[in-house]
């Protein structure tokens, strides 16, 4: 043995030898919060099942949102919270949805901040699944070409970058194509690419009422179980015209993110979804943790294992801490 010629613990003494040859760094730069967003005026509405997160009217998110750009938060990814359902889920691509308004609002109070919008069906039709429903099954085609309607329905708002999350195949290459034919050739698409069929998606299916009325997501999420249909699903989407890539959720796949780190060149986001946010907010609740440890404990090891972006409820918290 090399002991004690070698001695790890030196490196540990103190705060700034810690600091001098910590090998992950995190920033503001890499986070984006989320936002939900409704039709009316003057709404900040809790959000039961999410701890400090609120349900804003287009026009208070466009304060919400001038918070946030000032911590130095370079994104937010809005959410829509419709009124009306149907069938094939209209409101996605409505001039005046509360996320095309709330896109306008946001860029007119905080325009350097990056607009991203999650551009999917499932909060918007009557099923609660993220396509239309044909013969008792998602149709995957006449799924993709309202969500190119969606997605540059959001680029005439003014959206920088929109986010399909619905997993239906071959999404990204019609929402690009759709952008080009339509002049928005520096609209970015950050494809929710491999989105796992996860159990921690619970709370957020509480507030934007979309767990499906019947059936599950598993015929188009993936199975938890796999690892290399991830990678066959990244790689299709770059080749369609993804600029960046998520893994969804972040915790139970952090393997995942540290596979696609080494095999791809772009960036790659993680998303630390609602579950895996209450799950810490919870515990902490409860005595059993310190919260705020915890969340740098988590957004470390999201970092560590390969993102360059972290989509969080935590950005704000974050974002104070890093300052
Ligand atoms: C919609 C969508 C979901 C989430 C983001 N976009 C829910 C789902 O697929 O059921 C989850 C976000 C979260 O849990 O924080 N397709």
């Not at 928005?184 to 979309?210: H, L, N, Q, W």
């Not at 960046?244 to 915790?251: D, G, H, R, S």
């Not at 080494?262 to 005595?287: K, T």
Request: net charge negative.
């Amino acid at each position: 043995m090399n002991f004690p010629n070698i001695r790890l613990r030196r490196l540990r003494n103190s705060d700034s030898m810690r600091r001098l040859v910590r090998a992950t760094a995190l920033s503001v730069d890499d986070l984006v919060y989320p936002l939900f967003v409704k039709n009316g005026k003057g709404i900040k509405e809790p959000i039961a099942s999410m701890a400090d997160c609120f349900g804003f009217s287009p026009d208070t998110v466009a304060a919400e949102a001038t918070e946030v750009a000032g911590l130095g938060i370079p994104a937010v990814l809005l959410f829509g919270l419709p009124d009306k359902k149907d069938e094939i889920g209209s409101q996605a691509w409505a001039e005046d949805g509360a996320v095309q308004q709330a896109i306008r609002e946001i860029k007119k109070a905080a325009p350097e901040l990056l607009v991203i919008t999650d551009v999917c069906l499932c909060a918007y039709t009557e099923s609660g699944h993220c396509g239309v429903i044909k013969d008792g099954k998602v149709d995957n085609d006449a799924t993709c070409e309202l969500l190119a309607r969606t997605a540059l329905s959001h680029a005439h708002a003014g959206a920088d970058i929109v986010a399909p999350s619905d997993m239906m195949d071959g999404r990204v290459g019609y929402i690009r194509q759709t952008l080009e034919d339509n002049g928005f050739t520096e609209t970015a698409i950050m494809a929710y690419s491999a989105k796992y069929a996860s159990a921690f998606y619970g709370p957020f299916r509480d507030v934007a009422d979309c767990a499906p009325v019947c059936g599950d997501r598993k015929s188009y999420q993936m199975d938890p179980a796999n690892s290399n249909q991830a990678m066959a699903e990244i790689e299709q989407d770059i080749a369609e015209g993804a600029d960046i890539v998520m893994v969804k959720p972040a915790l139970c796949f952090l393997d995942i993110i540290a596979r696609a780190r080494e095999r791809f060149d772009c960036p790659i986001a993680a998303y630390n979804v609602s579950g895996e946010y209450m799950m810490l907010n919870a515990a902490a609740e409860a005595g059993l943790l310190d919260k705020e440890a915890a969340m740098m404990e988590v957004l470390y090891s999201i970092k560590r294992a390969g993102a360059d972006i972290i989509i969080t409820y935590f950005a704000k918290e974050a974002a104070r801490l890093l300052k």
